[in-house]
């Protein structure tokens, strides 16, 4: 009798942030406004604009809101298991801007030293309807690339009969907040909307609260 066990599972949280259109609209004027003052740096975007990674000291209130926002949710889905009722850490924020006009995308990459990274949309750029606008994030079973060199079509068949995709793409929505951890290699589909695509991204990075 064979037993198939589906191990290690990798939590992504998919979450719809309430009162968005409000907090999208004073986030947008902060970050064009950025953009229009800064060239901006290059680390795995292609074609598009991404901040300085300090929009903790700029990103105003709204800015302030949403790492709020983030950091709760992040609570609510991490344990200390040796103190689950007063955590010992606390977390570290880095927090940056993209702009991405049509065709831009971002390389396959990770984020050593934190432990939770997160995406926030707050102009889609109409990628929030149509199956051939692109802009997904894409999110990559960091075990499979190797066992695909040779059988790039081989696939695990899980306990249920469902098939095991090493590649996961997630669609962009006004509001939608995603968050994962930061060693789950990740990058973004080039978007085929009529205007630039606008999102945060946050990285937490877990400290112990002695130091």
């Not at 396959?108 to 949309?121: D, E, I, M, N």
């Amino acid at each position: 009798m064979s037993q198939a066990l589906s191990l290690f599972d990798t939590m992504v949280v998919v979450e719809e942030l309430p009162g968005a259109a409000q907090l999208n609209a004073a986030l947008r004027s902060i970050i064009l406004a950025r953009q229009a003052a800064s060239q901006g740096v290059k680390v795995s975007n292609i074609g598009g604009w991404q901040s300085d990674h300090d929009m903790v000291n700029w990103g105003g209130d709204a800015g302030t809101v949403l790492l709020k926002q983030i950091q709760a949710l992040a609570d609510r889905n991490s344990v200390d298991i040796r103190s689950p009722n007063m955590p010992r850490h606390r977390w570290v924020p880095e927090m940056w801007a993209n702009v991405s006009p049509p065709e831009a995308s971002n390389q396959l990459h990770t984020h050593p030293g934190a432990y939770w990274s997160a995406v926030y949309y707050i102009d889609d750029a109409g990628g929030g309807s149509g199956a051939d606008l692109g802009g997904e994030l894409v999110l990559e079973d960091p075990r499979m690339p190797m066992v695909m060199m040779i059988m790039p079509n081989l696939r695990f068949r899980r306990a249920d009969g469902s098939v095991h995709e090493p590649q996961i793409a997630l669609r962009p929505k006004n509001g939608r907040l995603i968050m994962f951890p930061s060693w789950l290699r990740h990058g973004v589909a080039p978007h085929r909307g009529t205007g630039p695509r606008i999102s945060v991204a946050v990285n937490l990075m877990a400290v112990p609260n002695s130091a």
